[in-house]
């Protein structure tokens, strides 16, 4: 069965640091892959997808980048976080249109 | 952009009482999907809705979708305190088989 790692759970980060969130997913293969980000209390607003390798779209203009340097691993990254990069970052496969996530990972930037 | 809009924002009802919240969406669908999120975890999928079924239902779940007016319903029967949680509806447009686009949720609460 395909199962999807997100890691870390958490992350406390300082304004200006460098960020590297990865995800990977098992069981599956060329799979469509997406980051979302989760303000508190608040919907899902897409980051960017990837259909494959090396294959990234992104939806708004922001402080963050995306990579996909294998099959099933998808990164999030940014050079420098500002404090309005704080929020919830899940990862996504999809699958018959269908969503599957990971556990997300809280980040706050201090 | 956000795509859909859920009501209410929260709803508290007793354990064994229905839960009904409501989804409108702007713009021709392909099919529209309603997800679960428990506090501090990921979404997790619990039905799907072709732009041309009306009604579904999976367990204690139905759901429905009107497309003329761009709206639909998911309703929880006899709830649990485990039905806690924040639900989301999700469309898939037309012009666009890769993304979904959320809502911003109905934060349901049962109490025992």
């Known amino acids: 069965s395909q199962t999807i790692h997100q890691w870390p759970a958490t992350l406390v980060q300082p304004v200006g640091s460098p960020l590297s969130l990865e995800c990977t997913v098992e069981?599956?293969?060329?799979?469509?892959l997406y980051w979302y980000r989760q303000a508190a209390g608040r919907g899902l607003q897409l980051l960017f997808y990837?259909?494959?390798?090396?294959?990234i779209s992104s939806e708004v203009p922001q402080n963050l980048s995306a990579s996909r340097p294998q099959d099933r691993q998808f990164i999030l990254s940014s050079k420098k976080l500002l404090l309005s990069d704080s929020g919830f970052y899940l990862c996504?496969?999809?699958?018959?249109?269908?969503?599957?996530f990971g556990s997300g990972t809280q980040l706050s930037v201090l | 952009s956000q795509q859909g809009e859920e009501d209410p924002q929260a709803l508290s009802i007793q354990e064994g009482e229905n839960a009904t919240m409501n989804c409108s969406y702007k713009?021709?669908?392909?099919?529209l999907q309603w997800y679960r999120q428990n506090s501090g975890r990921g979404l997790v999928h619990l039905i799907l809705?072709?732009?041309?079924?009306r009604e579904k239902h999976s367990g204690r779940l139905r759901v429905t979708l009107d497309t003329s007016k761009k709206s639909s319903s998911l309703l929880i029967t006899a709830s649990r305190a485990a039905d806690t949680a924040s639900y989301f509806c999700?469309?898939?447009?037309?012009?666009?088989?890769?993304?979904?686009?959320f809502g911003a949720g109905t934060t349901v609460t049962v109490r025992a």
């Open positions: 996504a496969w999809r699958e018959a249109s269908k969503l599957f």
């Open positions: 069981g599956t293969s060329n799979p469509n």
């Open positions: 990837s259909v494959g390798i090396g294959q």
């Open positions: 713009t021709s669908i392909n099919n």
């Open positions: 809705i072709r732009s041309n079924e």
């Open positions: 999700a469309t898939e447009l037309l012009s666009n088989d890769y993304k979904l686009s």
